[in-house]
């Protein structure tokens, strides 16, 4: 029974930490419940980088009911100074009876040593309980934290015969209008979204994120752009209070233009190394250190096919629409060698599917 309310107050808490989703980043999705003799006496969740963590604002809203409570927090709290003082030392100050957490924290300077820190102070402790729904909910933070490289989606959209455009290239629009609605609801999860250079030229999109549910969120664009051909009059330009603009380039490329573009807003990235394109694994590691802990990858299908040749691809959002488009020329999904064998073809795992309009969605892991 004790078990039973346990889980339910874990669950309240998830629904918390849920709203987090695309804010908190680069930190956990986190939320926290304090409850005293049955009663839910302090909740909270942690907002964004710099605000206090989830079970300070449940802490701070139970107030001296604190004192003697049940604690359920969805990760381990931390014991590290960081943008915030360390969590485990308010829970100490304040007492709780039991501490419940769901998840240990995948970070190394944390790991384990919540919990342990709490035991030494006589809170008892229990760990585990829901943690699954912890690894879906902070997959990003679980791969950016232990590999200091951001967890990478890619999104496309196809037809049934896997084409992503026709011969001429027309690709508007491939998927319906709700499903694209969708796209912009997903946009607003990850920090940037990402496409190469020919993608912008040919589409001039603005990548922002348009869905109500995403008021004031600034997501950082980035382009792969070898060569600097990025057009000064792009319309993306005019979205910058939207997000950044990053564009990452070769060292060779005009010092001119990129002061042009840096004149306009836009961050140039000039990557060390050299070489005849964007090394995506260089690009990768760089926004790993600068806090970029999630990208979307939209296209175009070069830029696919290299993220997905070079094993770079987390995640896939795959819209298929029920069109056959045909013909020889027209480019699919995938171009590059491809695999000789079916078993060396790159499989999805934990496959989730669902229909928008007419659309089928389909997820998966690699
Ligand atoms: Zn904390």
């Given at each position: 029974?004790?078990?039973?309310?346990?889980?339910?107050?874990?669950?309240?808490?998830?629904?918390?930490?849920?709203?987090?989703?695309?804010?908190?980043?680069?930190?956990p999705?986190?939320?926290?419940?304090?409850?005293k003799?049955?009663?839910?006496?302090?909740?909270?969740?942690?907002?964004?980088?710099?605000?206090?963590?989830?079970?300070?604002?449940?802490?701070?809203?139970?107030?001296?009911?604190?004192?003697?409570?049940?604690?359920?927090?969805?990760?381990?709290?931390?014991?590290?100074?960081?943008?915030?003082?360390?969590?485990?030392?308010?829970?100490i100050?304040?007492?709780?009876?039991r501490?419940?957490?769901?998840?240990?924290?995948?970070?190394?300077?944390?790991?384990?040593k919540?919990?342990?820190?709490?035991?030494?102070?006589?809170?008892?402790?229990?760990?585990?309980?829901?943690?699954?729904?912890?690894?879906?909910?902070?997959?990003?933070?679980?791969?950016?934290i232990?590999?200091?490289?951001?967890?990478?989606?890619?999104?496309?959209?196809?037809?049934?015969?896997?084409k992503?455009?026709?011969?001429?290239?027309?690709?508007?629009?491939?998927?319906?209008r709700?499903?694209?609605?969708?796209?912009?609801?997903?946009?607003?999860?990850?920090?940037?979204?990402?496409?190469?250079?020919?993608?912008?030229?040919?589409?001039?999109?603005?990548?922002t994120?348009?869905?109500?549910?995403?008021?004031?969120?600034?997501?950082?664009?980035?382009?792969?752009?070898?060569?600097?051909?990025?057009?000064?009059?792009?319309?993306?330009?005019?979205?910058?209070?939207?997000?950044?603009?990053?564009i990452?380039?070769?060292?060779?490329?005009?010092?001119?233009?990129?002061?042009?573009?840096?004149?306009?807003?836009?961050?140039?990235?000039?990557?060390?190394?050299?070489?005849?394109?964007?090394?995506?694994?260089?690009?990768?590691?760089?926004?790993?250190?600068?806090?970029?802990?999630?990208?979307?990858?939209?296209?175009?299908?070069?830029?696919?096919?290299?993220?997905?040749?070079?094993?770079?691809?987390d995640?896939?959002?795959?819209?298929i629409?029920?069109?056959?488009?045909?013909g020889?020329?027209?480019?699919?999904?995938?171009q590059?060698?491809?695999?000789?064998?079916?078993?060396?073809?790159?499989?999805?795992?934990?496959?989730?599917?669902?229909?928008?309009d007419?659309?089928?969605?389909?997820?998966?892991?690699?």
């Amino acid at each position: 029974m004790k078990n039973f309310k346990d889980i339910s107050y874990l669950q309240m808490a998830y629904s918390l930490a849920e709203k987090a989703k695309g804010w908190a980043s680069p930190n956990p999705y986190v939320g926290a419940v304090i409850v005293k003799r049955g009663i839910i006496v302090g909740y909270g969740y942690h907002e964004k980088p710099g605000k206090p963590h989830a079970e300070l604002v449940a802490l701070q809203m139970a107030g001296p009911l604190s004192r003697s409570s049940s604690a359920f927090i969805t990760l381990e709290p931390c014991v590290h100074w960081g943008r915030t003082p360390p969590c485990v030392e308010s829970l100490i100050q304040v007492r709780p009876k039991r501490v419940v957490i769901s998840a240990l924290d995948p970070n190394p300077l944390v790991f384990k040593k919540g919990v342990k820190r709490l035991r030494q102070a006589g809170i008892q402790v229990s760990s585990g309980l829901l943690e699954e729904k912890n690894k879906y909910l902070n997959e990003i933070y679980l791969k950016y934290i232990t590999k200091k490289l951001p967890f990478v989606a890619a999104k496309t959209a196809i037809s049934l015969d896997g084409k992503i455009a026709t011969k001429k290239f027309d690709s508007r629009w491939i998927s319906s209008r709700q499903t694209r609605e969708y796209v912009h609801l997903l946009r607003g999860e990850y920090d940037a979204i990402m496409v190469g250079i020919s993608t912008l030229i040919k589409d001039d999109p603005f990548l922002t994120v348009r869905h109500r549910n995403w008021k004031g969120k600034k997501t950082t664009r980035i382009i792969l752009d070898s060569r600097l051909r990025f057009p000064l009059n792009a319309r993306i330009i005019s979205t910058l209070s939207q997000g950044k603009i990053m564009i990452f380039t070769l060292k060779k490329a005009s010092r001119k233009k990129a002061e042009a573009l840096t004149k306009k807003g836009v961050d140039v990235v000039f990557l060390p190394r050299s070489s005849s394109k964007v090394d995506l694994q260089e690009v990768l590691a760089w926004l790993g250190r600068n806090e970029i802990a999630s990208v979307l990858v939209e296209g175009g299908s070069l830029l696919l096919t290299s993220m997905f040749e070079q094993k770079l691809v987390d995640k896939i959002f795959l819209t298929i629409s029920p069109k056959l488009i045909g013909g020889r020329e027209a480019p699919s999904i995938l171009q590059g060698d491809g695999a000789d064998c079916i078993k060396d073809s790159l499989v999805l795992k934990r496959i989730n599917s669902f229909q928008i309009d007419e659309d089928i969605i389909i997820e998966g892991y690699f």
